[in-house]
C-alpha cells in the first residue's frame, strides 16, 4: 500500500473520496508532504462549481476559527503562485439590504471564479503529483490489516493507508455515524452562460454592478438562519438570498436553498418550481436580472448546524478522516487543509483541529 518515498522511505498512501474544493486543495496540501495521493472522484455535479466563490474572511466564524479565517486571502495567493491560476482576483463587493438607505460598496475583496478553478484543478492535481481517478466509491470503507478498503462502482477495490471523506453532501452514505451537525441541503442558482444577455446601456445600478463583474451579496445572507434552525426543523423549509456573481464568461443569480429535517438526502426539489421561487426573490433586488433567459441548475449542498465544519480524524480505527460541511468554504478550506494534512503526514496531533471544534466526536 506504500509507495518509496523521499530518500527511500515509503510513502504513506492516501485517498480522498471528492474532487470539489475541499479535497482537492486537501491532496495538494498532502502531496507537498510527500505523500501519495489518489483523487476519486465521480464526476457528478458539486456545490464548488456553482459556488460565488466569495472569500469572506471578514465575515467571522463560531469561536477560534474566527480568526484562523484571516489567514485565508494570503493561503488562495500561495495556492495560486505555487500551482498556477486557480481563478483567484480582486473583485469589488456590494451588499445590499439591512435596512440601510444606500447599499455598501467594498472595493477591496476576492473572489475564486468557481468556473476557473473547476477547469483548471484536474490539470494542476496531476501537475502536482495526484491520482486522479474517476470513479465512484460503492460503499462505507472498510477497515482491513495495515489500512482501509474501498469498493468501488466498477467492481474493482482500492486499498490505502489512509482515508479522507471530502464528498460533501456524499459523506454521510460513507459514514453513517457523522455526528446529527452534519446536514444537506438543496441550492439552486441561474447560470448565465455569457453576461451579452446583459441589456446595454445598463438600465439599473445592479445590471451595471453585473457589467463591471462585481460580486453582489446581502449583507445579511439568510441561510445561515436557516441552516442553524435545521435540527429543529418538522417540515421543509426554503429561503432566497438574492445577489450575483462573476462566473467565467457568464453570472451566476441569484441562489435558493432548502433544508428538509432529519438526515436523510432525499429526491431532489422540483426543478420548476424552485427556480419560480429564486426568480421571484431575485425580482426584489432587480426585476430585469430576475427575467433573464439562464437555466436553473441545482445541487446538494454540505453544512453543519453551527457554522463549524468536521475536519479530523473519526471515532474508531485509526486512519479515517472527515473534510466536509464548510460554511463559507472558499475561506475555511484552504486554512483548514493544511492542518489536516500535517495529522495525516503525522507531523501534528490532533490538538490544534480539537481546539477549534472541528473534530468529529
Known sequence: MSAPGQGGRPAAVVAVVGGGLAGSLLALELVERDLTVTLLDDGSATATALSYGGVAWWAGAPGPLAGLLRRAPGRWRRLQARHGALGWRGCGLRLHGGGWTTALLRSRFAQVDSQALMAALPRLLVAAGVRLHREQVAGPPRSVAGGWQLALASGAVLRADQVVLAAGAGCRSLAPGLPARLRTSWAGVLALPERSVL???????????????????????????LEGQAPSLREERWIVDAGFAPW????????????????????????????VRLRQGLARLDPILARLPGPYRQVQV??????????????????????????????????????????????????????LGTVPG
Do not use: K, Y
Not at 445598463?202 to 438562519?225: C, F, G, I, S
Open 302 to 355: 454540505a453544512f453543519c448546524a453551527g457554522g463549524v465544519p468536521l475536519v479530523g480524524p473519526l471515532p474508531g480505527p485509526p486512519g479515517l478522516h472527515a473534510f466536509c460541511g464548510f460554511a463559507g468554504a472558499f475561506a475555511q478550506v484552504p486554512v483548514l487543509a493544511p492542518l489536516l494534512a500535517e495529522v495525516i503526514a503525522g507531523t501534528a496531533d490532533a490538538s490544534t483541529l480539537a481546539r
Open 199 to 225: 441589456p446595454q446601456p445598463p438600465p439599473t445600478p445592479w445590471v451595471r454592478h453585473a457589467l463591471h463583474r462585481r460580486l453582489v451579496q446581502p449583507r445579511h445572507w439568510r441561510r445561515p438562519e
Open 248 to 275: 467565467g464568461e457568464g453570472l451566476l443569480l441569484g441562489q435558493i436553498s432548502l433544508v428538509r429535517p432529519g438526515l436523510e438526502r432525499g429526491a431532489p426539489p422540483a426543478a420548476d418550481l424552485m427556480e
